[in-house]
């Protein structure tokens, strides 16, 4: 109940395509889902967030679409930049006994020049 | 401000020896957290903290311990050291509730052999 699964484990796109990363959950009591971005070395930050009052979120060229039915939210990244090449987590979190927040798998995603 | 600092960055350690790994924040952030990162597996919550003085078992904290004496700092004890420990281990803030972002540090990564 508490798993966030993430998938591809891996991507490799060319530049200016459009990746998409996909996350599902299982606890219907989580009601905030952030994506983490991070570069080898680094730790993680916040890429982009989302409520599940909303069913798309867009920053620049990252935008959350989210389906609350489904218990699905994805990542998408338009025209996609070798800049871009770094580890994606999904994560949720919500006051679910517990102040935790889940994170998924990871995706590495690779954008050739 | 420094953000989340956490020291050393990298330790080699023996089996059964001890160390701490410190970490400090200074955004008066009372949440703080310690993650490790194995490949591929994402991230797991060893510990965490909602202030100076409480602190919770997340979903991997067995070999570990805590304390959260002040509201700035947030050392993970590992006390007996073992080959599963052989991680990347981040600490991370939040202001108020675990639904803000988290803010994490560089991580430390550590080699039991």
């Known amino acids: 109940q508490q798993q966030v699964k993430q998938s591809p484990q891996s991507l490799i796109v060319q530049k200016g395509g459009i990746p998409i990363i996909n996350c599902a959950y299982e606890?219907?009591?989580?009601?905030?889902f952030p994506w983490y971005q991070q570069f080898p070395g680094k730790g993680p930050a916040l890429l982009i967030a989302i409520r599940p009052d909303v069913s798309e979120k867009k920053e620049g060229r990252f935008t959350i679409s989210f389906n609350k039915s489904a218990k699905q939210f994805s990542l998408h990244i338009m025209d996609s930049q070798p800049g871009d090449s770094a580890t994606y987590f999904c994560?949720?979190?919500?006051?679910?006994?517990?102040?935790?927040?889940?994170f998924g798998a990871g995706t590495r995603l690779f954008v050739k020049a | 401000n420094a953000g989340v600092t956490q020291t050393p960055k990298f330790r080699i350690l023996k089996i059964g020896q001890s160390m701490t790994l410190q970490c400090a924040q200074d955004?008066?952030?009372?949440?703080m957290y310690w993650y490790r990162q194995d490949p591929g597996m994402g991230l797991k919550l060893i510990y965490y903290?909602?202030?100076?003085?409480?602190?919770d078992k997340g979903e991997v904290p067995n070999g570990y311990n805590v304390s959260r004496s002040t509201t700035e700092d947030f050392p993970l004890r590992l006390e007996l050291a073992a080959p599963s420990q052989t991680s990347v281990y981040f600490c991370?803030?939040?202001?108020?509730?675990?639904?803000?972002?988290?803010?994490f540090g560089p991580g430390t990564r550590l080699t039991v052999l």
């Open positions: 994560a949720a979190s919500g006051n679910t006994g517990g102040f935790k927040t889940i």
């Open positions: 991370a803030s939040s202001f108020g509730q675990p639904n803000n972002e988290q803010f």
């Open positions: 903290s909602v202030g100076a003085g409480i602190t």
């Open positions: 955004m008066n952030h009372n949440y």
């Open positions: 606890n219907t009591a989580f009601d905030y």
